[in-house]
């Protein structure tokens, strides 16, 4: 944790953990699991269960579903006198101890919880370990719920690499989310983008700086939500608070950020745990804040209200029309020659993947324009890695191709129909970590892979090596995800992949290989991959434990 308390801590209803958070984590917003307040409910509210099957639903909206205090304040009283409850020491002990439990009671801290009935209370040691589990036992245990825990976590960013979003607005600001937020983050943001079209805005306060605004929805006039927002820095507040507890933009303020024309996400609401470069630390504060392209994106926002503005003054008739698009045409040959003269950033809306919601009706593929297969050359890194160095036995990840897996035959785009090549298959692939107690930028996998060359009789096999750093691979997975997509069907396709090796300790410079990989190929090697990519990531201590076999494949 970086030497950093955590913000919030979350704990069972016990008086000794109470005490040692409190002495420990001083500062830490400290709450008790509901889960484990409520786990008497069923058994002391039995007879009211029976009788009111409404009951349970009833509390529990009241608890997960209130937004505010005063409004959960309402529902608990009106519960008590629907069900004559008042007298009930139970419901009095949970109702004095509310603000430790409740979730509106403590929205204006951050818990990371990404839905409002998230269930907080860890299930790490689930199916693991139980009342009877021995202490020699619980460590084996451990280790195995920790070996679980890692392979999710790599299965979770592959999904996330393989997956493209699919696009449901014509918003910059989606586009954007996209290609920032894990799969199952995007997913969230993109319900709360979608609703803010069932929503309505209306300034009821302030003509500067700051306004405040009326949000609702249509239907719904009635329950409305208050946000303030401050133009200039484009930061907004709503009463639901719901960036505040999870970290997501509630569709509140995605609805007046519409409304003013705010077309990206500022910087200062990307929450850094929930994008897909979470472990890097490359234009992160300790604060987990984007804040490498705050100025980008405040630029990009002020020059994109002022173009609105400018069209809307244009278009009212001919004459303006003409003189805006004049006006136009030669700003933009100055902006083209100051260009050529200073560093080259894509603005936010253009740094994105995914398919356009235009296209969702045509075809669910990925988009036209193929991901370049040119990894950039690893210049940072000048000297040949001894893979004896280290002394550390090379980490194997079993056979990729398929034992059934037979050589395919392929004809060679260049040549004429009848010329054949059949090129060697992708057997296997192991790795080796050097420069592993340095820091991240210097450290590198050195990747062994064996080709199997059926061309030959009998078949033989070739070794080809080379080293990887995190920067080579991250635009090398993103072409192999792409890859794999369009491998999907039919399933007897298969991929030439073809590596140019820049070789720095001799003059000739660059070497080439080619081999073939069929989509199972591919997938096992996706995978492994992105493990290499987090002991890249990961501080030196994690590199010095080896892998399991499960996690490597």
């Known amino acids: 944790m970086n030497d950093h308390a955590p913000v919030s801590i979350i704990t069972d209803q016990d008086k000794a953990i109470q005490s040692a958070v409190s002495q420990v984590f001083p500062e830490a917003r400290h709450c008790i699991n509901k889960w484990h307040v409520l786990r008497e409910g069923q058994e002391r509210l039995a007879h009211v269960c029976h009788a009111h099957p409404n009951f349970q639903v009833e509390l529990y909206n009241c608890i997960n579903m209130t937004e505010t205090i005063e409004e959960f304040e309402l529902a608990w009283d009106s519960i008590l006198e629907k069900y004559d409850l008042r007298r009930n020491d139970w419901l009095q002990s949970l109702y004095n101890a509310r603000g430790q439990w409740v979730p509106v009671y403590f929205r204006d801290s951050f818990f990371g919880a990404i839905s409002p009935n998230q269930r907080n209370e860890s299930s790490f040691f689930d199916g693991y370990v139980n009342q009877q589990t021995t202490l020699p036992m619980f460590f084996r245990q451990y280790e195995r719920a920790l070996e679980n825990s890692i ?15 699919v696009l ?6 989606e586009k954007q989310a996209a290609n920032l937020y894990t799969k199952k983050i ?4 993109q319900e709360e983008l979608v609703e803010t079209f069932v929503y309505t805005a209306n300034r009821i306060d302030g003509d500067g700086a700051i306004s405040t605004y009326r949000v609702a929805k249509f239907e719904d006039d009635r329950k409305a939500y208050i946000v303030s927002l401050n133009i200039q820095d484009m930061r907004a507040n709503c009463s639901c608070q719901m960036f ?7 569709r509140h303020i995605l609805t007046v950020f519409t409304v003013t024309n705010v077309l990206t996400l500022p910087s200062h609401y990307i929450v850094k745990r929930w994008t897909r470069n979470a472990k890097s630390g490359v234009g992160l504060d300790e604060h987990g804040e984007l804040h490498g392209q705050e100025v980008l994106t405040v630029r990009y926002n002020n020059l994109c209200r002022e173009a609105i503005r400018y069209a809307e003054e244009g278009a009212v008739a001919p004459e303006t029309y003409n003189v805006a698009m004049v006006a136009l045409r030669e700003g933009g040959k100055k902006v083209a020659v100051v260009k050529k003269n200073v560093a080259k950033v894509a603005p936010p809306s253009s740094q994105v993947s995914g398919v356009g919601y235009e296209d969702r009706r045509t075809s669910t593929s990925v988009p036209d324009m193929t991901p370049p297969l040119l990894w950039p050359r690893q210049d940072e890194m000048t000297r040949r890695f001894n893979l004896n160095d280290a002394g550390v036995p090379a980490q194997p990840v079993a056979d990729l191709n ?11 785009d260049d040549g004429h129909p009848d010329n054949m090549v059949i090129l060697p298959c992708l057997k296997s692939m192991t790795w080796v970590m050097e420069n592993k107690n340095s820091t991240p930028a210097n450290r590198v996998a050195v990747i062994n892979l064996k080709l199997q060359d059926y061309s030959r009789t009998p078949s033989g096999e070739s070794e080809v090596k080379f080293q990887l750093s995190r920067v080579t691979l ?20 298969v991929a030439v992949i073809n590596l140019k090796l820049q070789d720095t300790e001799t003059t000739s ?3 080439e290989v080619k081999f073939q990989v069929s989509r199972d190929t591919l997938g096992a090697m996706l995978r492994s991959m992105a493990y290499i990519r987090e002991q890249l990531s990961n501080g030196a201590e994690s590199l010095s434990e080896t892998p399991s076999k499960k996690q490597r494949k």
Do not use: W
């Open 151 to 165: 392979e999710k976590e790599i299965e979770a960013d592959f999904d996330t690499l393989c997956t493209t979003p």
């Open 168 to 173: 449901r607005t014509p918003s910059p600001m």
């Open 186 to 189: 995007f997913s969230k943001f």
């Open 244 to 250: 505040e507890y999870s970290g997501i933009l509630c």
């Open 402 to 412: 398929l034992p059934r897996m037979a050589p395919v035959s392929l004809h060679r």
């Open 474 to 493: 991250e635009p090398m997975l993103r072409s192999m995800a792409y890859i794999s997509e369009q491998l999907s069907t039919p399933a007897n396709k």
């Open 509 to 511: 410079g660059e070497s």
